[in-house]
């Protein structure tokens, strides 16, 4: 590195700015210093660099100077965030509030650039972003399961904890602007909110039908106490998905004998089901439940149901789907909120 480099980047870093100075502040009112940023840059001198020496010289003025730099390019804000939360992760909150707060239009992709790298800080990064940009948090939320899939729970909860919404309006904000990954959303929201499973998975259908199979599979692995309740609703509102939800169901559930009954029950043709393929293991159903495995095609299963050797069982009182039910006994389900 240059000399001139190194003067350049001590100088960024100097803390003869005061203590509790505000950056922006400060460099609004001296262009001196403001130039030493823009010199910096143009001599060649990498944001890493600026930053690493920052952290050496000044490492209580990061958080400032990632977002002064953030706001003097915000189309690198991104970059800018997944070089400084390595250097610094016990100051992820901070960090990316800050910069998230200078290029708010960035949000996703500053959150997806930092969870790349630092998967393990992904509600923390979560709940800074959505509190820096509310707006944006259905794109932040598809970020951050982008880049740590299992992590769709704890990310959910901390945008919702940051925003003071729910759970289940988070997701479908999130399932809408990126239907792409409704499956891994859905999973997530589940998990942080079982009783809403139906109408999370209802959204989701909506938002990304061709996803119906691994929507409903990662729904019933999420809460399968909910798995009736999950499939009559699916069924019912997505008729013409009928044989991506029963397989996606299958896929996830021990007891292909209900999931086929279900099926049944809510009118699907039986001829629909022979082609379902069902997974190795053992039902989790009454004795005389037929065994769900490799072994057992759903064919044989729909004959058995169909002539009477075991009988289907009864359809789950499934909740009302949202927004369109009216009261009976306790009252009707209410709307889902639209996303902002």
Do not use: C
């Amino acid at each position: 590195m240059k000399i001139k480099q190194l003067v350049l980047a001590t100088a960024l870093a100097s803390t003869s700015l005061s203590a509790n100075a505000d950056l922006s502040s400060e460099l609004s009112n001296n262009p001196d210093l403001q130039a030493v940023i823009r010199q910096a840059q143009s001599d060649g001198l990498s944001t890493q660099e600026i930053l690493s020496t920052v952290v050496k010289n000044a490492p209580e003025r990061l958080a400032d100077i990632a977002a002064q730099l953030a706001s003097l390019s915000p189309e690198r804000a991104a970059e800018i965030a997944s070089y400084v939360i390595p250097l610094a992760p016990d100051m992820a909150s901070e960090l990316v509030e800050k910069v998230v707060s200078q290029a708010p239009d960035q949000s996703a992709d500053i959150t997806l650039s930092v969870l790349i790298v630092a998967p393990e800080l992904s509600s923390t990064v979560v709940e800074a972003a959505t509190i820096a940009s509310p707006e944006n948090v259905g794109n932040i939320i598809a970020s951050a399961v982008t880049a740590a899939p299992e992590s769709g729970s704890t990310v959910l909860l901390a945008a919702a904890k940051a925003s003071n919404r729910s759970v289940t309006e988070i997701a479908a904000e999130a399932v809408v602007v990126a239907p792409k990954v409704a499956a891994q959303i859905v999973s997530g929201a589940v998990k942080a909110s079982p009783e809403s499973a139906v109408e999370i998975v209802s959204i989701a259908l909506k938002a990304s039908p061709a996803n119906a199979s691994e929507i409903v599979a990662n729904a019933v692995k999420a809460a399968p106490e909910q798995q009736g309740n999950i499939v009559s609703s699916a069924l019912r509102s997505n008729p013409e998905s009928a044989s991506d939800i029963v397989q996606g169901a299958v896929n996830a559930s021990q007891n292909v004998e209900e999931i086929i009954g279900i099926a049944l029950v809510n009118g699907v043709d039986p001829t629909s089901l022979q082609d379902i393929e069902t997974a190795a293991g053992p039902s989790n159903s009454s004795d005389n439940a037929i065994e769900n495995t490799a072994d057992t095609p759903a064919a044989d299963v729909v004959t058995e149901v169909l002539e009477g050797n075991t009988s289907p069982p009864a359809p789950p009182v499934a909740p009302v789907t949202p927004g369109t039910g009216s009261g009976g006994t306790g009252g009707g389900g209410g709307g889902l909120a639209s996303p902002n």
